[in-house]
Protein backbone atom coordinates (compact mmCIF):
# COMPACT_ATOMS: atom_id res chain seq x y z
CA UNK A 1 0.00 0.00 0.00
CA UNK A 2 1.33 2.86 -1.14
CA UNK A 3 1.81 6.23 1.53
CA UNK A 4 -0.04 8.77 -0.28
CA UNK A 5 -2.55 8.27 -2.72
CA UNK A 6 -3.63 11.22 -4.41
CA UNK A 7 -5.70 10.95 -7.70
CA UNK A 8 -4.13 12.38 -10.46
CA UNK A 9 -7.02 13.97 -12.61
CA UNK A 10 -6.53 16.06 -14.90
CA UNK A 11 -9.73 17.43 -13.38
CA UNK A 12 -11.46 20.32 -15.41
CA UNK A 13 -13.93 22.80 -14.32
CA UNK A 14 -15.97 25.67 -15.10
CA UNK A 15 -15.18 28.77 -13.88
CA UNK A 16 -17.23 29.46 -10.22
CA UNK A 17 -16.97 26.00 -9.28
CA UNK A 18 -16.70 23.99 -6.33
CA UNK A 19 -13.66 22.06 -6.29
CA UNK A 20 -12.96 18.90 -4.37
CA UNK A 21 -8.92 17.37 -3.99
CA UNK A 22 -8.47 14.44 -1.83
CA UNK A 23 -5.57 12.33 -0.34
CA UNK A 24 -6.01 9.03 1.43
CA UNK A 25 -2.75 7.90 3.64
CA UNK A 26 -1.66 5.12 5.62
CA UNK A 27 1.11 6.48 8.13
CA UNK A 28 -0.83 6.67 11.22
CA UNK A 29 2.38 8.56 12.77
CA UNK A 30 1.39 11.84 9.87
CA UNK A 31 0.21 14.50 12.36
CA UNK A 32 0.21 17.63 10.04
CA UNK A 33 -1.03 18.00 6.77
CA UNK A 34 -0.32 20.02 4.12
CA UNK A 35 -1.72 21.27 0.65
CA UNK A 36 0.70 23.04 -1.69
CA UNK A 37 0.39 24.36 -5.18
CA UNK A 38 2.43 24.35 -8.13
CA UNK A 39 1.76 26.33 -11.26
CA UNK A 40 3.36 25.58 -14.38
CA UNK A 41 7.86 25.90 -13.92
CA UNK A 42 7.36 27.14 -10.78
CA UNK A 43 7.96 25.44 -7.57
CA UNK A 44 5.33 24.28 -5.11
CA UNK A 45 3.76 26.76 -2.73
CA UNK A 46 2.35 26.30 0.58
CA UNK A 47 -1.58 26.59 0.52
CA UNK A 48 -2.63 25.23 3.94
CA UNK A 49 -1.18 23.62 6.95
CA UNK A 50 -3.16 21.90 9.59
CA UNK A 51 -2.67 19.46 12.65
CA UNK A 52 -6.03 18.69 14.11
CA UNK A 53 -9.17 16.90 12.56
CA UNK A 54 -12.02 19.18 11.08
CA UNK A 55 -12.20 21.87 9.11
CA UNK A 56 -9.43 25.01 8.52
CA UNK A 57 -10.67 27.90 6.12
CA UNK A 58 -8.38 30.58 4.34
CA UNK A 59 -10.49 32.75 2.16
CA UNK A 60 -11.84 30.70 -0.56
CA UNK A 61 -9.91 27.42 0.16
CA UNK A 62 -11.22 24.96 2.97
CA UNK A 63 -8.86 21.99 4.46
CA UNK A 64 -10.68 18.73 5.92
CA UNK A 65 -8.97 16.46 7.84
CA UNK A 66 -10.40 12.72 9.22
CA UNK A 67 -7.99 11.45 11.21
CA UNK A 68 -10.10 8.40 12.07
CA UNK A 69 -10.47 7.43 8.09
CA UNK A 70 -6.69 9.04 7.15
CA UNK A 71 -8.23 10.91 4.26
CA UNK A 72 -7.67 14.42 3.46
CA UNK A 73 -9.36 16.75 1.35
CA UNK A 74 -8.80 20.89 -0.08
CA UNK A 75 -12.22 22.34 -1.20
CA UNK A 76 -12.05 25.74 -3.38
CA UNK A 77 -15.11 27.90 -3.66
CA UNK A 78 -15.77 30.12 -6.87
CA UNK A 79 -13.10 28.91 -8.78
CA UNK A 80 -11.06 31.05 -10.76
CA UNK A 81 -9.08 30.33 -13.76
CA UNK A 82 -6.29 31.31 -11.59
CA UNK A 83 -6.63 28.46 -9.39
CA UNK A 84 -5.74 26.39 -12.58
CA UNK A 85 -2.51 24.48 -11.13
CA UNK A 86 -0.95 21.32 -10.09
CA UNK A 87 -2.34 20.40 -6.17
CA UNK A 88 -0.01 18.54 -4.03
CA UNK A 89 -1.06 17.17 -0.43
CA UNK A 90 2.01 16.51 1.86
CA UNK A 91 2.93 15.36 5.50
CA UNK A 92 5.52 16.37 7.43
CA UNK A 93 7.16 12.70 9.17
CA UNK A 94 7.80 12.73 12.67
CA UNK A 95 11.14 12.60 14.31
CA UNK A 96 11.82 16.46 14.12
CA UNK A 97 13.05 16.13 10.84
CA UNK A 98 10.73 17.87 8.33
CA UNK A 99 10.76 15.67 5.44
CA UNK A 100 7.48 15.97 3.22
CA UNK A 101 5.92 13.21 2.03
CA UNK A 102 4.33 14.28 -1.40
CA UNK A 103 1.25 12.81 -3.05
CA UNK A 104 1.62 12.97 -6.99
CA UNK A 105 -0.76 15.89 -7.22
CA UNK A 106 -4.06 16.64 -9.19
CA UNK A 107 -3.82 18.92 -12.41
CA UNK A 108 -6.94 21.56 -12.23
CA UNK A 109 -7.77 23.29 -15.06
CA UNK A 110 -10.58 25.91 -14.64
CA UNK A 111 -12.14 27.10 -17.68
CA UNK A 112 -13.29 30.78 -18.17
CA UNK B 1 12.31 39.81 0.73
CA UNK B 2 14.19 37.51 -1.93
CA UNK B 3 12.66 34.22 -1.83
CA UNK B 4 14.83 31.06 -2.20
CA UNK B 5 16.79 30.92 -5.27
CA UNK B 6 18.32 27.91 -7.60
CA UNK B 7 20.95 28.23 -9.92
CA UNK B 8 20.97 27.52 -12.72
CA UNK B 9 17.42 27.45 -13.81
CA UNK B 10 18.03 24.53 -17.10
CA UNK B 11 21.43 22.51 -17.44
CA UNK B 12 21.76 19.77 -19.97
CA UNK B 13 24.58 17.09 -19.32
CA UNK B 14 25.91 14.21 -20.74
CA UNK B 15 24.93 10.33 -18.93
CA UNK B 16 28.78 9.57 -16.70
CA UNK B 17 29.10 13.37 -16.29
CA UNK B 18 28.35 15.14 -12.77
CA UNK B 19 26.71 18.10 -11.97
CA UNK B 20 26.25 20.62 -9.16
CA UNK B 21 22.97 22.78 -8.20
CA UNK B 22 23.25 25.71 -5.97
CA UNK B 23 20.37 26.85 -3.79
CA UNK B 24 20.20 29.84 -1.77
CA UNK B 25 17.66 30.12 1.00
CA UNK B 26 15.49 33.23 2.24
CA UNK B 27 17.32 35.38 4.45
CA UNK B 28 17.41 34.12 7.97
CA UNK B 29 16.21 30.67 7.07
CA UNK B 30 18.70 27.39 8.68
CA UNK B 31 17.25 24.82 7.44
CA UNK B 32 17.13 23.60 3.49
CA UNK B 33 15.81 20.67 1.68
CA UNK B 34 16.06 19.53 -1.79
CA UNK B 35 13.21 16.98 -3.81
CA UNK B 36 13.46 15.46 -6.86
CA UNK B 37 10.28 15.42 -9.18
CA UNK B 38 9.81 13.72 -11.89
CA UNK B 39 6.08 12.77 -13.94
CA UNK B 40 6.41 9.09 -12.86
CA UNK B 41 7.44 9.69 -9.39
CA UNK B 42 6.53 12.92 -8.15
CA UNK B 43 8.40 14.89 -5.30
CA UNK B 44 10.74 12.88 -3.76
CA UNK B 45 12.82 13.91 -0.97
CA UNK B 46 16.57 13.61 -1.03
CA UNK B 47 18.22 15.24 2.01
CA UNK B 48 17.75 18.16 4.75
CA UNK B 49 20.13 20.24 6.44
CA UNK B 50 20.40 22.18 9.58
CA UNK B 51 22.87 24.26 10.35
CA UNK B 52 25.54 23.17 8.06
CA UNK B 53 24.24 18.94 9.60
CA UNK B 54 22.71 16.65 7.40
CA UNK B 55 19.33 15.89 9.37
CA UNK B 56 17.79 13.23 6.93
CA UNK B 57 18.42 11.76 4.00
CA UNK B 58 15.49 10.22 1.15
CA UNK B 59 16.38 6.91 -0.70
CA UNK B 60 18.41 7.55 -3.29
CA UNK B 61 21.96 6.51 -4.03
CA UNK B 62 25.27 7.05 -3.34
CA UNK B 63 25.92 9.43 -6.13
CA UNK B 64 23.18 12.27 -5.21
CA UNK B 65 24.78 14.28 -2.09
CA UNK B 66 24.83 17.52 -0.87
CA UNK B 67 26.07 20.16 1.96
CA UNK B 68 25.33 23.10 3.04
CA UNK B 69 27.52 26.25 4.08
CA UNK B 70 27.81 28.44 7.34
CA UNK B 71 25.43 31.05 5.34
CA UNK B 72 23.10 28.46 4.93
CA UNK B 73 23.27 28.03 0.81
CA UNK B 74 23.36 24.47 -0.12
CA UNK B 75 24.63 22.79 -3.02
CA UNK B 76 23.96 19.48 -3.75
CA UNK B 77 25.88 17.18 -5.99
CA UNK B 78 25.12 14.13 -8.39
CA UNK B 79 27.75 12.13 -10.05
CA UNK B 80 28.25 9.74 -12.45
CA UNK B 81 24.58 10.96 -14.42
CA UNK B 82 22.26 8.24 -15.95
CA UNK B 83 18.96 9.23 -17.86
CA UNK B 84 16.72 8.71 -14.77
CA UNK B 85 18.10 11.47 -12.82
CA UNK B 86 16.36 13.84 -15.58
CA UNK B 87 14.29 15.85 -13.55
CA UNK B 88 13.17 19.10 -11.62
CA UNK B 89 15.64 19.57 -8.63
CA UNK B 90 13.54 21.80 -6.02
CA UNK B 91 15.10 23.33 -3.26
CA UNK B 92 12.57 24.72 -0.08
CA UNK B 93 13.89 26.69 3.23
CA UNK B 94 12.87 26.99 6.22
CA UNK B 95 13.40 28.77 9.69
CA UNK B 96 14.01 25.21 11.53
CA UNK B 97 12.04 22.23 12.52
CA UNK B 98 8.29 23.03 12.73
CA UNK B 99 8.37 26.06 9.97
CA UNK B 100 6.83 25.64 6.71
CA UNK B 101 8.82 25.21 3.69
CA UNK B 102 9.21 27.69 0.83
CA UNK B 103 10.48 26.26 -2.42
CA UNK B 104 12.48 27.05 -5.29
CA UNK B 105 11.44 27.89 -9.17
CA UNK B 106 14.12 24.76 -9.37
CA UNK B 107 16.69 23.60 -11.86
CA UNK B 108 15.51 21.38 -14.57
CA UNK B 109 18.17 19.23 -15.18
CA UNK B 110 18.48 16.72 -18.91
CA UNK B 111 20.98 14.25 -19.18
CA UNK B 112 21.38 12.38 -22.75
Known amino acids: QKEVEQDPGPLSVPEGAIVSLNCTYS??????FMWYRQYSRKGPELLMYTYSSGNKEDGRFTAQVDKSSKYISLFIRDSQPSDSATYLC????????????FGKGTKLTVNP | KAGVTQTPRYLIKTRGQQVTLSCSPISGHRSVSWYQQTPGQGLQFLFEYFSETQRNKGNFPGRFSGRQFSNSRSEMNVSTLELGDSALYLCASSLGPGGGYTFGSGTRLTVV
Open chain 1, 27 to 32: NSAFQY
Open chain 1, 90 to 101: AFPTQGGSEKLV
